[in-house]
């Protein structure tokens, strides 16, 4: 037998005597506690789920829709189902997020990755999004919290209006001659390159100018990694560890390093922009770059643990990417929006009170993630309407977002497009009390609540007020989706709103 055969015989042993023992370890103890009584039942489960892969098949085919669909056939607002090998507990009422992520936020703030791409990504899980509950984690929310917290925010209001004041002359670039049209994908272009840049300026600063190729290089880049971890066999791989780990013996053998290849690349892209942030000294941070270089003390953190250049660097990557996938998302999902409402565009130019509720109404409508994932921190029972079920540190605890922000209790007529429900005085949706909701769950809530949602939200706002100054907008389609399995890089995947043509028609 050749080397390569002994140790890719010795490898699959070793893979086939791992998973045996974890099968019979979950056989004789996967439902006791550590000292012997049995757990909790898990919650309800729909029924009429294959006995292997349970709801994998359908979670595969339509995404969220099949959490919601599980919710409404079920009446539960907390209910498991098993995904493969994933066992997930799905929580569908405004109530139960406040319990599970404000009440109980120690038990259910943490993270797990989901496969090995993601784990290489983000050397390790030492990135924001995808580090578990801990001190580590705490002092990279900390450093970005400092740079665009609510406290902090002003001092970018200026550059919201300006990236807002850069779409507006795009757009205007764009239509030449007599043209008043612009293609979807030329409207998604625009969109893409003004998200990319503000998430640029967010996380890295302002000091050095990036050329459009650049952008659009990093686009690409970050375009092949969502490709490569959403391809059939590694998305198995996310809900069946033994696929993923015979995927990893593939790359092994056959010397395949693509993933890193493509991380290396967007951190090449990245570095000339990254490099005047480690040579600046000055003390009060302008990007979160910069706040990640010096971890500032707190009380619980006397003296924090400085990051080194590499977990900074790998931070970058992951900030950038994300905020500009959500950026770009729920902006061109606005303007799509917008253009569809022509009778309400004489409102967005009434007031920034106008504006702000129709961007709330809309990241109500189609939000970017639909469902938002979470993990418990250790075993532990779970009390709620009348009931005590068994959370387990390997499963996952998912938000449905959707069937929330779709629930007639929180948001009257949930099915209609309305921003004037944005304009009452009411209560926030994780109070007890709420009817209706004054708020969403767009980005999230409990510790991991999005720190950028603030920032987001101005850019948005700024944005649309700009537009519809400029231009009377026609056109557009906010009803054909496109979901997509990653998220950036968590199992959960997002949905992105397909769009259509635009007619942006000069005001005089």
């Excluded at 791992?18 to 550590?34: M, P």
């Excluded at 898990?42 to 029924?47: A, F, G, I, L």
Aim: charged share 25%.
């Amino acid at each position: 037998m050749s080397v390569a055969g002994k140790v890719f015989s010795y490898l699959i042993s070793v893979i086939f005597t791992v998973l045996i023992s974890k099968f019979g370890q979950k056989l004789v103890w996967g439902n006791k506690k550590e000292d012997g009584s049995y757990k909790q039942p898990w919650p309800p489960s729909p029924k009429g789920l294959p006995y292997l892969t349970g709801g994998l098949a359908s979670f595969q085919q339509d995404s969220y829709r099949a959490l919601t669909r599980w919710y409404n056939e079920l009446k539960s607002p907390i209910y498991s189902v098993q995904l493969g090998f994933k066992r997930i507990i799905v929580l569908n009422s405004a109530e139960l997020v406040h319990q599970a992520l404000i009440e109980k936020d120690q038990f259910n703030s943490s993270r797990s990755t989901c496969d090995t791409l993601e784990r290489s990504w983000t050397d390790q899980a030492k990135t924001v999004f995808s580090a578990p509950f801990s001190l580590y984690w705490s002092r990279l929310r900390r450093a970005i919290y400092i740079v665009i917290g609510p406290l902090y925010l002003g001092q970018f209001s200026q550059f919201f209006q300006s990236q807002a004041r850069k779409l507006s002359i795009g757009i205007s670039e764009s239509l030449t001659g007599e043209k008043v049209r612009l293609e979807r994908d030329e409207v998604r272009q625009l969109v893409d390159l003004v998200a990319l840049d503000s998430a640029l300026t967010l996380v890295l600063g302002s000091d050095v100018e990036r050329e459009p190729a650049e952008l659009l290089r990093l686009l690409q880049k970050s375009r092949a990694l969502q490709t490569l971890q959403t391809e059939k066999s590694n998305r198995l791989g996310q809900f069946v560890p033994f696929i993923n780990g015979c995927l990893d013996i593939k790359r092994l053998l056959t010397l395949n390093s693509t993933h890193i290849q493509l991380r290396n690349d967007l951190l090449e892209i990245l570095y000339p922009w990254f490099e005047p942030v480690l040579q600046n000294e000055q003390h009060a941070p302008t990007s979160i770059a910069a706040s990640l270089l010096r971890i500032e003390p707190s009380k619980n953190d006397p003296e924090p643990v400085q990051l080194t250049k590499d977990e900074t660097l790998i931070n970058v990557l992951h900030l950038v990417l994300h905020a500009h996938t959500f950026l770009a998302s729920s902006l061109f999902t606005l303007l799509q929006r917008v253009a569809t409402r022509p009778d309400l565009q004489p409102r967005l130019r009434d007031s920034q009170q106008q504006v702000r509720a129709f961007v709330s109404e809309s990241l109500r409508c189609d939000p970017p993630q639909p469902l938002l994932a979470y993990a418990p921190r250790t075993d532990y029972d779970f009390s709620t309407h009348d009931a005590v079920y068994r959370v387990d540190e390997d499963s996952d605890l998912v938000v449905n977002v959707d069937a929330i922000h779709h629930d007639g209790r929180y948001y009257p007529d949930p099915d209609q497009f309305n921003m004037d429900r944005f304009l009452h005085v009411s209560e926030p949706i994780l109070r007890k009390t709420t009817r209706p909701a004054v708020d969403h769950l767009a980005f999230g809530t409990g510790r991991r609540l999005c720190l950028g949602k603030g920032a987001a939200e101005e850019l948005l706002v700024a944005v649309v007020s700009q537009v519809v100054e400029r231009f009377d907008l026609r056109g557009g389609d906010v009803v054909q989706k496109e979901d997509v399995e990653t998220n950036v890089w968590s199992w959960v995947g997002r949905s992105e709103t397909q769009g259509a043509a635009i007619e942006f028609i000069k005001r005089s």
